[in-house]
Nanobody
Framework: QVQLVESGGGLMQAGGSLRLFCAAS????????MGWYRQAPGKQRELVAS???????NYADSVKGRFTISRDNAKNTVYLQMNSLKPEDTAVYYC?????????????WGQGTQVTVSS
């Protein structure tokens, strides 16, 4: 059974830092790209950052230089370090695992964790 469990969200003032955690089941974590998405009220879910099994990373332009994604393969955990937070970072953040089977992508999602940044 695939499980993705996020933690680490909360309320922070602008300029502060938060670290998000996503504990994944080994079966989905070991062989697949992991990522963080976010969805603000009234907006579509968007990619924040992703990391491959070889730790190649990709970031949305809006978070480059402020957020860092990393993974610990021994703990089946992916992290999102968020620095210099801005009010526009306020959203529900979702952990994602993307699995490709015969060329088709299957997405798995956590339950989400709220991040609120006050000005």
């Amino acid at each position: 059974q695939v499980q993705l469990v996020e933690s680490g969200g909360g309320l922070m003032q602008a300029g502060g830092s938060l670290r998000l955690f996503c504990a994944a089941s080994a079966s989905i974590f070991r062989n697949n790209e992991m990522g963080w998405y976010r969805q603000a009220p009234g907006k579509q879910r968007e990619l924040v950052a992703s990391i491959t099994t070889r730790s190649s990373t990709n970031y949305a332009d809006s978070v480059k230089g402020r957020f860092t994604i990393s993974r610990d393969n021994a703990k089946n955990t992916v992290y999102l370090q968020m620095n210099s937070l801005k009010p526009e970072d306020t959203a529900v953040y979702y952990c994602n695992a993307g699995e490709y089977i015969y060329g088709k992508r299957y997405d798995y999602w956590g339950q989400g964790t709220q991040v609120t940044v006050s000005s």
